[in-house]
């Protein structure tokens, strides 16, 4: 698929990381209370509001690959086709879309498990991006399953009941291109690489790291993943609650360019804010320019070859 390394400019704006607790066998329960964090995230804090608000991995379901099947909806996008919300199938969709609409501000909205619409013995985990008009821009479908098995301490398989997306996905906003990652997918370094070569100035990964590799790997990877791509990075997990299967680690991040960590969470229920500086961007790559000595003669640019989708809602200003 063709690589379009057109970037748009990055320009300031404001993220607010929803780190939600609170996750019930009830999803309507959930979807209430996800809907009131995302109008008390948009509220601000102080004057300012934010821009974008991002939501964690698997925020209306139990996260647990016998859940996936009882929680699933079926979305039915397609790339490049308007998305009919009125006809939507999937309450969680329209709760999102309908808080984007109202708050009038992009939403990353976590990330649901997926039936697919054409087979429905296949399922994903998967997040759905909202323009501020509500409008559902882009889907990204977790590419690389969490099958973990550290005897003793985590054994957790994804692929016993979900199918791995096959594309890396985007967005155009006015302020930044973001690329689009789901928890275990940070782990696959060339996900990133491929945003990153295909302009995306920030990428964000609803996620649900675990007790295990959380406080080994959280923000390692979050400063790996941006030192690398000399991109901003984050990851936004549910809050920990010790009364579910699954415990969270939480610290939902965001990370500058340079490695430093801009804001990060505790491990309790919260929203946290970060600031993005393109003055950073831009200075972290005059600065350290790897980004204009890759060597192709020596190695392959992979990134070439992903495949790629970019969503957004209409036309963006470059
Ligand atoms: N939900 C996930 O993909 C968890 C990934 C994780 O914990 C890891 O260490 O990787």
């Not at 009919?84 to 990353?108: H, P």
């Not at 275990?184 to 990964?205: H, K, S, T, W």
Request: charged letters at 20%; glycine letters at 8%.
């Amino acid at each position: 698929m063709a690589v379009n390394t057109v970037p748009l400019s990055l320009k300031p704006f404001r993220i607010a990381l929803v780190q939600l607790g609170q996750v019930t066998p009830d999803k309507s329960k959930n979807l209430n209370h996800a809907r009131e964090m995302i109008m008390k995230a948009a509220a601000g804090e102080g004057a300012t509001k934010p821009d974008l608000i991002v939501l964690p991995e698997c925020f209306n379901s139990p996260y647990g690959v016998m859940h996936f099947p009882v929680y699933a909806e079926t979305i039915g996008f397609t790339s490049g086709v308007p998305y009919d919300m009125e006809s939507s199938e999937s309450e969680s969709v329209k709760m999102l879309s309908g808080a984007a609409r109202e708050t009038e501000i992009w939403l990353v909205g976590g990330s649901i498990p997926e039936r697919d619409k054409s087979d429905s013995s296949k399922l994903y985990n998967t997040c759905t991006v909202y323009s501020p008009k509500g409008e559902l821009v882009v889907i990204h479908r977790k590419v690389h399953l969490f099958d973990m098995d550290i005897p003793g301490k985590i054994t957790f398989k994804e692929s016993e009941t979900l199918t791995g997306g096959s594309a890396m996905n985007m967005f155009d906003t006015p302020f930044a291109r973001i690329g689009l990652g789901i928890c275990y997918d940070v782990r696959f370094p060339e996900l990133a690489m491929i945003a990153a070569r295909n302009g995306c100035q920030v990428i964000i990964y609803p996620a649900a790291f675990n007790m295990i590799t959380g406080p080994l790997h959280w923000e390692m990877l979050h400063r790996a993943r941006a030192v690398d791509n000399q991109v901003f990075m984050s990851m936004c997990s549910p809050a920990r609650d010790n009364a579910t299967g699954y415990q969270a680690y939480g610290h939902s991040m965001v990370v500058d360019p340079m490695g430093t960590v801009l804001t990060q969470a505790g491990h309790l229920e919260e929203i946290v804010y970060a600031d993005i500086d393109p003055a950073i961007f831009h200075s972290a790559r005059a600065g350290i320019p790897v980004t204009t000595q890759r060597r192709f003669d020596v190695y392959p640019d992979v990134s070439r070859e992903a495949r790629v989708v970019i969503g957004s809602a209409g036309k963006v200003p470059n």
